[in-house]
Nanobody
Framework: QVQLVESGGGLVQPGGSLRLSCAAS????????IGWYRQAPGKQRELVAG???????NYAASVKGRFTISRDNAKNMVYLQMNNLKPEDTAVYYC???????????????WGQGTQVTVSS
């Protein structure tokens, strides 16, 4: 069994910063790509940022220059540093990993439970 657990969400004023963390635990052999999605009320879930196993990031146009994704392979963790937050960044943020479990050959996608980010004055 593998779990992804997010933390670091909360309420912040426009222009503020938050750092999200996601920890993968359980029978994790290898994490391939890992990233962050978000879903605002009434909207579809969208990719915010992703990072490959080799450390190459990609970002949604709406967050480029403001958000930074990073990963610690030794700890099976991924982070999202969010700066200059805007009200439109308000959403539930989900961690997603494509990973391989011990004893398995195939990879599969795993989701965290989500963490709320609210940007409001």
């Amino acid at each position: 069994q593998v779990q992804l657990v997010e933390s670091g969400g909360g309420l912040v004023q426009p222009g503020g910063s938050l750092r999200l963390s996601c920890a993968a635990s359980g029978s994790v052999f290898r994490i391939n790509a890992i990233g962050w999605y978000r879903q605002a009320p009434g909207k579809q879930r969208e990719l915010v940022a992703g990072i490959t196993s080799g450390g190459i990031p990609n970002y949604a146009a709406s967050v480029k220059g403001r958000f930074t994704i990073s990963r610690d392979n030794a700890k099976n963790m991924v982070y999202l540093q969010m700066n200059n937050l805007k009200p439109e960044d308000t959403a539930v943020y989900y961690c997603n990993a494509n990973l391989v479990r011990y004893g398995d050959i195939r990879s599969y996608d795993c989701w965290g439970q989500g963490t709320q980010v609210t940007v409001s004055s």
